[in-house]
């Protein structure tokens, strides 16, 4: 049985504490929690005495190598903020663990390079959990790719619009400061990088970017004649009936990890979206060329009225199109909440191939319960189980698809300092 321990209980750690303690609990076992918060561990502690477990050992985050002595996990998973993020990847390493990350991988060139280094180093193993690989129907995609009904990719059109609930979130909390997650084109984006690299087997060569601040921000709601005198929403009676308020105090969850630990934190949860700081883009553009020639046009909005995207790979016999209309739940209150619904199934997807001089025709996909589209218990099942199924799509992604992934994205940033285009190799070769 593999011993883990989770460094970062915000709410991302809650898909991986159910997984190992529930799911896959005779094989995997949770030994520990680190965090800056006490309040945030102990309401996971909670949550696991209620279900009938014990809790578990709880470590401040100066107490990291405390834990990993005291509680000898194999594996650390790391779900801290994104600039933090090669902190505890790399220590975990130099003490002798593998390491899970969430996405993004880190946060800038500089941080990738320590952790390539601390793995050839220490020889130990870093595995960032991609979960949109394993939704059916971005895998019916690469499926499509893999068995050449589009012939050689060389032209990839990719646009993801997040709506004014999700997208808001990420102006809400601390994503909002570029220092903290490398803005959209790396917190966000690393997903759709991903997908591209991983369905187009190659990785970016050189790449230019536009992007702006947009629609949220304060300078932005005065220009349209709007003016918000609030910092956040939890309390404030002025933002009631504000469509892009998000209230504490009417999830559990989000009450019991964030406004119980604003005491000890400091930490807003729910910040204005129309306020500062923000020196994040909320609408940004990409052009890109890969090692194998192919060309991207990227287009990420944050403030969207529907959620989804739109994909359209272009090969040498012929070319393939995804549509996906996502459903999130997510930000809504307990009692709003469809408890029948198959959560975080997408609403509707599309899949059709036009192969040159031939028909066009439809791909079923089929559908799946379960976060990203069901991707998430796909996922964790290769993480968890001890001998999963054989996976012919390669969806388990390494360091190095982590750094391809995020490079775009650090790459992309650079672009927008100097409006001049960026060779990948430059940042970190991998």
Partial sequence: ??????????????????????????????????????????????????NGFDALPTYAADEFDKMITATK??????????????????????????????KPMTTDETKAKEIFEAIERTGKSLRVTFNYRYAPAYTKLREVIMDGDIGRPLSVNFM?????????????????EKQNSGGLFVHKATHHF????????????????????????????????????????????????????????????????????????????????????????????????????????????AFSPWEGMKVAITGDKGRVELEVIENVEHLKTDKERDVTASKGSFKQ????????????YDVEIPMAAGGHGGADPVMLEQIFHPSPPHD??????????????????????KSLETKAMIQVDDLLKL
């Fill in 392 to 413: 012919k799509f390669n969806r388990a992604a390494s360091h190095v698809d982590g750094a391809a992934s995020i490079l775009l994205g650090i790459a992309a940033n």
């Fill in 1 to 50: 049985m593999k011993k883990y321990a989770l460094v970062g209980t915000g709410s991302r750690a809650g898909m991986f504490v159910n997984a190992i303690t529930k799911t896959f609990k005779e094989h995997a076992e949770l030994v520990a929690f680190c965090d800056l918060s006490q309040t945030r561990m102990n309401w996971y502690n909670k949550q696991l005495i209620d």
């Fill in 349 to 360: 997807t599309t899949l059709k191939v036009f192969p040159m001089f031939k028909a066009p």
């Fill in 194 to 301: 991903d997908l591209i690299n991983w369905w187009i087997a190659s990785y970016p060569k050189e790449v230019f970017a536009m992007g702006d601040l947009l629609f949220y921000g304060k300078d932005n709601a005065e220009t349209r004649g709007e003016h918000y005198d609030y910092q956040r929403y939890t309390g404030v009676d002025a933002a009631k009936d504000d469509p892009f308020a998000l209230f504490l105090d009417k999830n559990a969850a989000m009450k019991g990890l964030y406004l119980d630990a604003e005491e000890e934190t400091g930490y807003l949860r729910d910040r204005n979206v129309f306020g500062d700081p923000i020196t994040i883009e909320d609408v940004m553009n990409v052009t890109a060329r890969y090692n194998n020639g192919a060309l991207l046009s990227y287009n990420l909005v």
């Fill in 160 to 176: 993801w619009l997040l709506d004014t609930s999700h997208g808001a979130d990420y102006f809400r909390r601390w994503h909002r």
């Fill in 73 to 102: 996990p194999d594996t650390v998973i790391v779900t801290t903020m994104d600039a933090t993020h090669h902190k505890y990847i790399i220590r975990a390493m130099e003490l002798g663990c593998d390491a899970i990350s969430e």
